[in-house]
Nanobody
Framework: VQLQASGGGFVQPGGSLTLSCRAS????????MAWYRQTPGNARDLVAR???????DYADSVRGRFTIWRDNAKNTVTLQMNSLKTEDTAVYYC?????????WGQGTQVTVSS
């Protein structure tokens, strides 16, 4: 499975960005899809995750500002990021897990700066 992420960029604090990730083949609703982010020298941290039959999970730092959803028909997962802060600056990665194997997108840079 290949995951292609898009939508990163530069935005001022308080602004919004939308990240999208498309899978190269069908991702069944039972497989989780998620977004992680990473800053230099730090581990990759979970931002938001969506799993079938459960409410989405969000990191405390983004809850109320970010929204994740998926379109199973299009094999996409989207992260809407509002009220962005400088501390949201990172490389964002989409993720899925299928049959015990982890799959990562290539990463997209989000920079929040005035």
């Amino acid at each position: 499975v290949q995951l292609q992420a898009s939508g990163g960029g530069f935005v001022q604090p308080g602004g919004s960005l939308t990240l999208s990730c498309r899978a190269s083949r069908t991702i069944f609703s039972g497989n989780p899809m998620a977004w992680y982010r990473q800053t230099p020298g730090n581990a990759r941290d979970l931002v938001a995750r969506i799993r079938s039959g459960r409410d989405p999970d969000y990191a405390d730092s983004v809850r109320g500002r970010f929204t994740i959803w998926r379109d199973n028909a299009k094999n996409t997962v989207t992260l809407q990021m509002n009220s962005l802060k400088t501390e949201d600056t990172a490389v964002y990665y989409c993720f899925t897990k299928i049959d015990g194997c982890n799959y990562w997108g290539q990463g997209t840079q989000v920079t929040v700066s005035s």
